[in-house]
């Protein structure tokens, strides 16, 4: 397909869809092959923990895939609900990324499993009644497995439903045109909001925090929810990148819409630190051992696991701070590009802080398999994304705003 | 001659270009990129409101200003850290809640918050710099038509002070815009002389302003015998104990709690391990010290009546009673007995002698000079001194007693210790039974 400029091809290429089985089979074969790894490789004496060190890297780099899809929804519920123009040529991608939220539902069944086996592989909670220490004791009513999966139907069932209406009414707008239809995703985003943001805050206590099921933070949802959409911006630049390589999307999304996501995605940036920063702060200052054990797991060095922690101060904060900090940089597609992909890298290592060191002391063998899972789980999200798309176009091009987007242009300094 | 006198003649009031009046935005952008592309570039556009490309159409080059907001930010993080450093860990080491002195977690928030600070008002100052403001006339305002420009009118400006200004050919150029009206623009015509009434007033207020801290001053100065004024009552008079304060919350009546035994102040070791004191000080508290019973008596009497009508006070102690170690808390090895016998005969048999007999040549030089005042050095072998224990004798080599200062500027803890086992050794040496000899050599020492 020759790349004219500014055509106005917005849908994903054929070449790119004709991977996405092969993708899905690298994939699967990869996570099983991390199985494998964790199986083999770990040292110790029980089976047991070479499982745990498998759920907990599938679980790390479930939550970090599904955190795009996320990051991808709530963006969609924003821009609605501030009745906003600029972003009305990207956020297709956006709708589309958060469709794919009900087959990540689907991939969530072996945590589901993992939870009900009682033998407290992934979480020390589902040991039941009787076999965990006292204070864990006292959290079972909540914590429990039955719970756990209602509880988790129900937060999928709040994302799908979102996700399903947000997309199929923009693709229904597609064909009609009708400005009812955004009057009525504007009206309904609020609400919409609220659950969602109430689903995710519990997911984050429920899925990732109560892996340590002794420790707690409030502000923890909150954290996932900075680098859930930090990581969405990355990918949404990627995208929009790749594609535009690729001589689509070129007519509608032009260097001021990148501008805009490499702003958001900077201003997350800052978000996540402060947020990051207030958790261990407040922590350190108090200095409660019941809050401070999750920090010393991380941080003593003893475990192995402080060169990570200091890694993601420099890699995650002051890095990224300071290279997307000039007005150059967030103008120029490329290097853009290139930040998201260094986003993507450390929300893993990030992700990968919060639940592997409950496994234990860091070893070559658990980070080697946890990479292989990530390489999986990542195939896995591009495939799923494939196949969403399919033919559908990436920006909606009968949406009201569009002529907004189109004529948008940054404050020039 | 005549008394007429002449008229100053009036200066025409200076001319600063022509300024172009516009119905709408596009029209205004069209007249500013032939400016701009005429080679003008001492030009500006006054519209009601910002319009999309002015700044491309007049050519107008990205601004400095982010630089101030950078610079200050920086300056304003490197600011914070090394003050707090400075503060808490260097000036005025304090503890704050048992961290490090110099914690850096504990300095970000400050930190940050300058960092805001300093980049918010240098970027306010700077970007009013940047556009010479505050500015007390604009020539703009001269003519009556500007005033539109906060409505519905937009202005476009040549200032004849551009490199390239000539007034037929700019005038030419602005009416070939289609502009509605073309004027020049001159500055007021009124007087540039500040009215004398302002400075009466900037002085009356500052006179004004300096009267709080005249107040001050004088307060600070003076003496009163009126009572303070409380503003913030509830503040002054809080519902809490101070210390040095009574109570009846506890049983000592004190609100002030004492330390948990065995508390020792950080850096104080010294004052509170029994192995730097040669006693132990919290068994110490316990007992009752004569040197303190002495001293509440000495205080409880009335200076103004007669010491002897009243509570006599105790005499004063031979030895002072505290808790001495009777074990030396070191581990007695040769090389500790070699070191004692060097620091001993360093230090010590000066005076005491070799043998702690109290025959050292010091002693022995000044009984040979017969002055009446010499009090001969303890001999180590008395009874008094067997009798003592090795707390005690360290005690004594580290604060000296009567005549004899302490040595505990001469000699390390560890050191002291190994003076008093030493002493020790002489006083087994001089004082053995024959059950101290090893079985084999007895026969070596009997009495026939």
Known sequence: ?413 | MSDHKPEKKAKPPRAFGWVAEYADDNKLLEAARKVRDSGYSRTDAFTPFPVHGIDEALGIKATVLPWFTLCAGATGTCIALLMQWWMNAYDYPYIISGKPFSSWPAFIPVAFELTILFAAYTTVFAMLGLNGLPRFSNPMFTNPKFDRATDDRFFLWVDSRDKYFNTEKVKSLLESTGPISVDEVREDESSPVIPKAIFSVVFLLILISLIPGAIILRMRAARSDAPRWHVFFDMDFQPKKKPQQTTTLFADRRVQRPPVPGTIARGELDLADPYYLGYDPDKTAALEIADATRMVAFKLQDPAQDPAAQDPIPAAPAEPNYAWLTEAPIEATDELFALGKKKFETNCAVCHGFGGYGDGLVSQRAVNLAQGYWLQPTSMHEDRIQKQTIGRIYYTVANGKGKMAGYASSLTPRERWAVALYVRVLQRSQNARIEDVPEPRRAEFSSN
């Open chain 1, 1 to 413: 397909m020759a790349a004219n400029t500014l055509n106005d091809n917005v849908t994903m290429p054929a070449s790119w869809r004709a991977k996405a089985p092969i993708l899905a089979a690298v994939g699967f074969c990869s996570v099983l092959i991390s199985l494998g790894l964790f199986h083999f490789g770990s040292s110790s004496e029980n089976e047991a923990t070479g499982f745990k060190m498998f759920y907990h890297s599938y679980l790390t780099n479930y939550v970090y895939c599904l955190s795009f899809c996320l990051g991808a929804l709530f963006f969609v519920l924003v821009q609605h609900v501030v009745r906003a123009g600029w972003s009305a040529s990207v956020r297709r991608v956006a709708e589309l990324l958060a469709y794919t939220i009900p087959w990540w539902a689907a991939l969530f069944l072996p945590i589901v499993a993992v939870v009900f086996s009682d033998h407290g592989t992934l979480y020390e909670w589902s040991k039941g009644a009787g076999k965990v220490e006292p204070i864990v004791e006292l959290k079972l009513g909540y914590l429990n497995p039955s719970w756990f999966l209602l509880r988790a139907v129900v937060y999928f069932a709040i994302w799908c439903i979102a996700a399903r209406i947000y997309f199929r009414m923009s693709r229904e707008q597609d064909e009609t045109g009708s400005t009812e239809i955004t009057l009525k995703l504007q009206r309904w985003a609020g609400p919409f909001i609220i659950m969602f943001a109430l689903a995710l805050n519990f997911a984050a206590f429920d899925w990732i925090m109560s892996t340590d099921a002794a420790w707690y933070s409030t502000i923890f949802g909150v954290y996932i929810f900075a680098s859930g959409m930090l990581s969405f911006f990355a990918v949404m630049i990627l995208t929009c990148y790749l594609m535009q390589r690729s001589g689509r999307m070129q007519k509608y999304v032009n260097t001021e819409h990148f501008h805009d996501l490499a702003k958001w995605q900077f201003g997350f940036i800052v978000f996540w630190s402060y947020i990051a920063f207030s958790q261990f702060l407040l922590y350190w200052y108090a200095n409660i051992p019941e809050e401070t054990i999750w920090y010393k797991e991380r941080l003593d060095l003893s475990t192995g696991w402080r060169p990570l922690g200091y890694l993601l101060i420099a890699l995650h904060f002051a890095v990224p701070f300071l290279g997307t900090l000039p007005r150059a940089v967030r103008r120029n597609k490329a290097m853009m590009a290139g930040w998201a992909v260094f986003i993507l890298i450390v929300h893993w290592l990030d992700m990968t802080f919060l639940v592997m060191p409950n496994v234990g002391p860091a070893s070559a063998m658990m980070l080697i398999g946890h990479f292989v899972c990530w390489v999986g789980m990542v195939s896995i999200f591009l495939a799923l994304f494939m196949f969403r798309v399919g033919e559908t176009p990436m920006v909606a091009t009968r949406d009201p705003w569009l002529p907004d987007a189109l004529a948008y242009q940054q404050m020039p300094m």
